[in-house]
């Protein structure tokens, strides 16, 4: 009993995610601007696929979960709280733990570099434009 009550605590003093709470932030005038095609793709093409893709194995992965893909519009939007609580940006929380500190140079492969980090406005674009794409028609 007193492992778990140990490992309850040290749970609660690790790094954990909060969502940003920028559903409200949808009415803001150029936060529907923000697009999969004008924003979206780049960014997970600049900080997410390098390891978070449908075409690499789990081995290529360096820790990425299965089934937490970014390469595509559907791919994100079935993981957008996910990927705001782990690297977006808004009222309620900044959150950068991701991307690590490690990236792979080719996707899939070893972690040999720094990674690329997104400004704290690409983290709270990437919040609102996570809320309002939920909200469009696909």
Known sequence: MRFILLCALIAGCTNTQ???ATRT???EPDAMALTWDNFGHQ???DFCTACHDSTLLHSQRNGAPLFHDCETLMGVLEIADHIDSW????PAADNTLMPPSECPTTPGGPLNRSCPQPTQKQREDLSKW???ERTRTH
């Open 43 to 45: 960014f997970m093409t």
């Open 130 to 132: 996570l809320a309002c």
């Open 18 to 20: 909060v969502a940003t």
């Open 87 to 90: 690297a977006g940006a808004g």
């Open 25 to 27: 932030l949808c009415a």
